[in-house]
């Protein structure tokens, strides 16, 4: 890996006309996943051919599943059935991508064999207790350091389903429970504290897998079994998040991002904005494979500081990174509190984003759970450290369309996990923006 990857983003751009960002994340991790288990074939569209999920590619096809090279974002996979996965011959690299390794997890303490997962150094700092415990509870024997990659995950234990209530909203635990769940006896039930993405069970229900939900109780029986499908992922709202935050803060802009996922468990970044006064029109609503899309059109707009109410900060889990460069260009101060998440994730995205935005001039105070951001008319510029944190420094990309100064990122080789041709796309709707290694 080239650490080394820089983006200078200058000012003078502008964001305008149409495009289709890349696939959805979570959606193409779950694809791989449940593809995997299913009887037959499933046909995967709109695949995201980024690390983080070709991560999740290649570590089922160490385990014998056999899934076709992905071109244009095709792929199949023909599914082994709930028992067909085969010991790997070695460990599992995921690199830098926390979800594969939490679902994983859950779905590999129920194979027969051991296996151990392997992260890149971001990934290996990463809390892994919050999968690890509740998983435990149902029999499962995961070995770690202090519970933190790498994990040993000893196999041909025996599962049994259980009530958990978790103790922070996370997709990606309540998934990776679900998935051990699959081969759990009897009921295997989630208790979510809020609503957090729904992916791995609406694509369970499109397997033909019955799920529960009942508010915010998520239950399965396990025994069943999954059969083949096509599956449409949907462009990433995380990626468009990028363009609509860059087209609202930018003079003159005019996009329209096509064919988005809409999931309204992913929708905050959407009401985020428009609370800050944005204007946003979602056009030709329709659903695709069990997840609602839209067409995004965003313009230019005199955005205001917020307090950002706290039930929508897991449907925007993702983007604060850049909803704290629209705070940044708003008028007036935006709060941001219940969100102490964001200091586990890829990096500590409050400190990292407060260092960051304190160069280009901003007022940012973090807090233990959030942060304190005081809008200004201008942007300075200057050299910004993204920490390996892909969805950083794409982030600051978008800080040039309001900086006065050219901005120099560093350490963005990991756009590439979830948003390969990034700077590509940005430059062919205005942002001047360009790489060098
Ligand atoms: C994800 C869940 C979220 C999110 C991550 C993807 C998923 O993580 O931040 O990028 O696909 O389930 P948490 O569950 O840790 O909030």
């Given at each position: 890996m080239t650490e080394n990857l820089t983006f200078i983003s200058k000012p003078g751009g502008t964001l305008q006309g149409e495009i289709q960002v890349p696939g959805d994340k979570s959606v193409s991790h779950r694809s791989i996943m449940l593809g995997a288990l299913a009887k037959g074939r499933t046909e995967v569209s709109g695949f995201l051919q980024g690390e983080d999920s070709l991560n999740t590619l290649r570590a089922f096809r160490a385990?014998?599943?056999?899934?076709?090279?992905?071109?244009?974002?095709?792929?199949?996979?023909?599914?082994?059935?709930?028992?067909?996965?085969?010991?790997?011959?070695?460990?599992?690299?995921?690199?830098?991508?926390?979800?594969?390794?939490?679902?994983?997890?859950?779905?590999?303490?129920?194979?027969?064999?051991?296996?151990?997962?392997?992260?890149?150094?971001?990934?290996?700092?990463?809390?892994?207790?919050?999968?690890?415990?509740?998983?435990?509870?149902?029999?499962?024997?995961?070995?770690?350091?202090?519970?933190?990659?790498?994990?040993l995950i000893r196999g041909g234990k025996a599962l049994k389903g259980f009530e958990y209530r978790l103790p922070m909203a996370s997709a990606q635990v309540k998934s990776s429970i679900l998935l051990a769940g699959l081969y759990a006896q009897g009921e295997t039930a989630v208790i979510e504290p809020a609503p957090t993405r729904d992916h791995t069970e609406r694509m369970l229900q499109a397997l033909g897998y019955e799920v529960v939900c009942e508010g915010r109780r998520i239950s399965l029986k396990g025994g069943g079994t999954l059969t083949a499908t096509k599956i449409e992922v949907p462009g990433d709202i995380s990626s468009a998040a990028f363009f609509m935050v860059g087209a609202s803060i930018a003079k003159e802009a005019d996009i329209t991002l096509k064919r988005v996922g809409v999931n309204p468990t992913r929708t905050g970044v959407i009401d985020i904005l428009n609370l800050m006064g944005a204007d946003i029109e979602l056009l030709n609503e329709r659903m695709l494979g069990g997840e609602p899309v839209a067409d995004i059109r965003v313009r230019s707009a005199d955005l205001k500081g917020i307090t950002i109410p706290e039930y929508l900060v897991p449907l925007a889990i993702d983007e604060f990174p850049v909803l704290f460069i629209a705070a940044a260009c708003a008028e007036g101060e935006t709060v941001l509190s219940g969100a102490e998440e964001l200091r586990v994730k890829e990096s500590d995205r409050i400190q990292v984003m407060a260092d960051g935005l304190q160069l280009l001039g901003v007022q940012a105070k973090p807090t233990a759970d959030g942060i304190r951001i005081t809008g200004c008319q201008r942007l300075g510029g200057g050299e910004i450290n993204s920490h390996g944190d892909h969805r950083i420094a794409m982030a600051f990309s978008m800080a040039s369309l309001r900086s006065y100064a050219e901005l120099v990122i560093r350490d963005c080789e990991n756009v590439n996990t979830s948003f390969p041709g990034f700077v590509e796309l940005a430059t062919q709707v205005g942002l001047r923006v360009e790489q060098s290694s």
């Open positions: 385990m014998g599943v056999p899934i076709s090279e992905p071109q244009d974002g095709y792929l199949t996979i023909d599914g082994v059935g709930m028992h067909g996965l085969k010991a790997p011959s070695e460990p599992v690299y995921l690199g830098n991508s926390g979800t594969s390794m939490r679902l994983l997890s859950g779905l590999l303490v129920a194979q027969s064999f051991d296996v151990q997962l392997q992260g890149d150094e971001s990934l290996t700092r990463r809390p892994m207790k919050r999968v690890i415990d509740p998983l435990a509870e149902m029999g499962a024997v995961i070995e770690s350091r202090e519970g933190k990659p790498p994990l």
